[in-house]
């Protein structure tokens, strides 16, 4: 990673920390990078134009649906999950990766059910 010392042009009225740098990041490449949650849970995310709605299945390893979260707003839903997950005591996400992973998918299919186009989870 390179770094970058210098204070950002669009900064205008905040302080920036003695040993602040902006940090350029390389291109993350999908197999590689990827990495497998300690849980081996995983997601599954479908659009249900009919009902307007966006569902979310969390499956294990073995490939079973363990339980389909359901709603309208990509934050709602998100919220819903891991608030189950913390109050069961279910360690389902424990890699932060994945967890932005859900959040941005989530996000990409709530756009694509107002917007009337097809979504395809990556």
């Not at 890699?95 to 709530?110: C, F, N, P, R, S």
Request: with cysteine.
């Amino acid at each position: 990673m390179n770094t970058v010392k210098a204070r950002p042009a669009w900064v205008k009225d905040k302080k920036v920390a003695d040993d602040f740098e902006v940090l350029e990041v390389p291109r993350w490449d999908d197999i590689k990078d990827f990495i497998f949650d300690n849980k081996g849970c995983y997601v599954l995310i479908k659009v249900y134009r009919e009902s307007h709605d966006i569902g979310v299945a969390i499956c294990n390893q073995e490939h079973v649906i363990l339980k389909e979260f359901r709603g309208r707003r990509a934050q709602d839903i998100y919220s819903a999950i891991f608030k189950f997950d913390r109050e069961n005591n279910l360690g389902w996400f424990n890699v932060v990766d994945h967890a932005a992973y859900i959040g941005k998918e989530l996000k990409k299919a709530e756009m694509c059910m107002v917007l009337g186009c097809d979504y395809y989870q990556e």
